[in-house]
């Protein structure tokens, strides 16, 4: 039960890690298409979760989880996430949104937390936020199911909110399409995931709009 | 060195590093106009300083302050307050604190870090989490029944600052009353009229923050 309430208390949108911040392409999405509907933010939505985050943020997230602790397992991931992510507003985003993660946590007490802070302040780890979730949430036990499904949720959940500060849906809407997504998510993380997986991720059009959006001058998200 | 962990290292903001102050208040008050002030001041009493800007939609404030020839833009660091000024230095200040994080690790022989809130209402307070002590800044432009309406930004900043005083003929204020009604409201708190545009009150100012947080007097 008490990896249960953790899991809760991780997923909290009152729980500070500066996520809110960040919109993760969306703002640009919606510039390139400022009549978007519901329906295509939904679509949007669910693209996200089946062609990013399931096999991409999950697994690094997972991979993270899996070194238990040993920074410099957490670090190779972290450094696969850096190489990997091209889109610049994007990784500069994560691993801004890693450290606000870690400065939380480390102020909470967590050990790891500080001592993958101290990696990233060496320039020994990046500090993207996936995998520190993934090492964060091990050393809390969460345990590899209820740390993808607190990972979908976040991924979700801060889209979406981010979509409401935007006005492109309305509270209620927002909340009725993360209700619609929580199926989809649940099935994500019904998959097995090996060790030797790479990471994989095709949203092109979310993508290109994050490197748009990071060229404006007017903007509300870091990305 | 990835290979151990510190375990006893449970963190709070009690002094360790340097010392962070807020300066909030409502768009348009004079924020970065006082940092632009204060600048040269701390320069001027050797003190070891550093700036993190939360702006709303633009970096306008944080290149203002770059651009300014005032001071290193490496010291000047930008937060994207998310449409949240609020949010971002108080609910979930923990971007600001990575901000500032980050700043010591670059200087470290840094001193003060002063944390430029995106512009908000008078309700806007800083987490205790994120800063040592803060400033509020309104203006008389902005009304003389600010004082009487007693936002917890006004309320409960360690100083507050009254900008603007030359406008007051201007604008229709009473000016001394605006600085009665302030004090009132505050009690012992310190209440400092400026005009930040030629310096009016900005020595003042200094001197509170050193007093404050930095322990000089």
Redo the contacts between chains.
Sequence with gaps: MLSTLRAIWQTDGAFPNGSFAFSYGIEGAIALRRDMSLRDFEALIEAMLKQRWAGYDRVAMLLSYRAHGDLAAIAMVDREVEASTLIEALRTGSRRNGASYLAAHARLGEPLAVALRDAVKAGDCCGHIAVMQGAVWSALGLGEPLSQLCSGYVAASGVITAAVRLGIVGALQGQGVLQRCLPLIEQLTAQDTADEVELMSFIPFLDIAAARHARADLRLFAN | ?????????????SGAGAARVGIGGPVGSGKTALIEALIPVLQRRGIDFAVVTND???REDAERLRRSGLIDPARVSA??????PH??IR?????N??AG??LE?RFPGLELILFESGGDNLASTFSL?LVDWWIFVIDVAGGDDIPRKRGPGMLRCDLLIVNKIDLAPHVGVDLDRMLAEARQVRGAKAVVPTNLKNGVGVEAVADAISAAVLFRV
Excluded at chain 2, 1 to 13: G, K, N
Excluded at chain 2, 91 to 95: A, G, K, N, S, Y
């Design positions: 060195m990835l290979h151990s962990l510190r375990t006893s290292d449970h963190e709070i903001r709303l939609v633009t937060v994207e307050a998310g449409a949240c949010t971002v609910e979930d200040p923990t971007l604190i990575a994080d980050e690790a989490d």
